[in-house]
């Protein structure tokens, strides 16, 4: 709690490490580990450790703006170094605890309690959407279930504060569903993040009975940005090559295609329980895109299924909802909240990114001036209850 407020905050980050996820596979497999190998990435920690993490397809988009473009500005490769390595400046005010995104839940907590965050809602590292693009479904499984079993022990400290999502492939819908069902009662499980491979649409009919399992359960689909790693993003082949205008375009991109299928397709209307939200992703492109979107259903006749509402109605009733990052400001959140209501943004700082103003990130946003231009309760509901609604707490 800060300042009589409630927080929770929806983009906040564990990796693990390959070397610490090692540890919590199944012991059936352990023995597979070694066909990951190939994928390893090897990077220095400051005191001088090394961790592993794994990059199937990793693209440097390298292109320099002004420059001729090189055939390997753009090239994915396995192992290879991502966009983002060794290019980043931290945003932090202070420095978080060390071996938080690791297995450091203890000290997590002492992070929490300074920057006043009462519920931390937790994504894995970029892992979990690159094994996406493995042939081998079943390494993806194992790395999942492993994360299940490593989230079990780093949420125990404290289950009410650390909440995460379950993690499971799109492309086998009968071991997805097996995995929600198996861990969809446990504590620190609040949403299901379904991991789409690269051409696999969000809406595609072989995932019905992941979306019925996951409404059973009233549990919410949530999605995180990615970009340089599979499955990618929507013109990831036509960005020209440079990091700044891919992680730019990238983010809102994906989000946008997903908020449009999950809408376009009827689920929310067949499923009155699944509700679907996103993270890092930008919020100031939202309001544009559902207005866009629900002119364009009603002028283009005949190529979508009729709906109980427009898309925006369905993000100012909090069906569909979206993480705001603070770095768009309090302008564009009020012109946001103006047009989607009160019910559709909630707090993220990305913690312990450097991206996060650590420990300053909830303080910096409740003292904008915008807040009292709302009801109430719009503060609230920004930094709380809205979060607190979608996810299954």
Not at 269 to 276: A, L
Request: glycine share 8%.
């Amino acid at each position: 709690m800060r300042d009589g407020y409630k927080l929770i905050d929806m983009d906040t980050h564990v990796n693990p490490a390959m070397e610490v996820l090692e540890k919590y596979v199944e012991p059936s497999f352990r023995s597979r580990m070694e066909e990951l190998k190939p994928f390893y990435r090897v990077r220095t920690n400051p005191d001088g450790s090394t961790r592993s993490g794994i990059t199937v397809g990793a693209i440097p988009f390298d292109r320099f703006p002004g420059t001729a473009p090189k055939s390997d500005d753009d090239k994915a490769v396995a192992g290879g170094r991502s966009a983002l390595e060794g290019r980043t400046v931290s945003q932090h005010r202070a420095k978080a605890h060390a071996g938080v995104d690791e297995e450091n839940s203890a000290d997590r907590l002492i992070d929490m309690d300074l920057e006043g965050r009462d519920i931390d809602f937790i994504f894995p590292g970029t892992w979990a959407t690159t094994i996406t693009g493995l042939d081998d479904v079943t390494l993806s499984e194992g790395l999942y279930r492993g994360y299940h079993n490593y989230m079990d022990t780093f949420t125990s400290v404290n289950t009410d504060r650390l909440k995460t999502a379950i993690q499971v492939p799109g492309i086998d819908p009968e071991w997805a569903v097996s995995e929600i069902k198996h861990w969809g009662n446990s504590p620190w499980a609040a949403a299901v993040w379904v991991h789409l491979k690269e051409g696999l649409p969000i809406d595609h009919p072989s995932l019905e009975p992941v979306f019925a399992a996951i409404n059973d359960l009233n549990l919410p689909l949530v999605h995180h940005s990615f970009f340089f790693e599979p499955p990618y993003f929507p013109g990831y082949r036509d960005i020209w090559g440079n990091t700044v205008v891919a992680r730019t375009a990238a983010h809102p991109w994906g989000a946008a295609r997903l908020f449009a299928y999950v809408i376009l397709s009827g689920m929310l209307d067949r499923y009155p329980n699944v509700r679907f939200g996103t993270a890092e992703v930008g919020h100031g492109w939202l309001p544009n895109w559902l207005i866009r979107l629900g002119f364009n259903k009603s002028y283009v006749s005949g190529v979508t299924p009729d709906l109980k509402y427009t898309p925006i109605e369905y993000a100012q009733m909090g069906r569909v909802v979206c993480a705001a990052e603070p770095f768009e400001g309090p302008a564009m959140t009020k012109a946001c909240v103006e047009i989607l209501g009160e019910d559709c943004l909630m707090h993220q700082s990305d913690y312990p990114h450097g991206q996060a103003w650590f420990p300053e990130t909830a303080k910096e946003v409740m003292e904008w001036d915008i807040w009292g231009d709302f009801g109430k309760d719009a503060l609230k509901k920004h930094m709380y209850d809205n979060a607190a609604s979608f996810l299954r707490l």
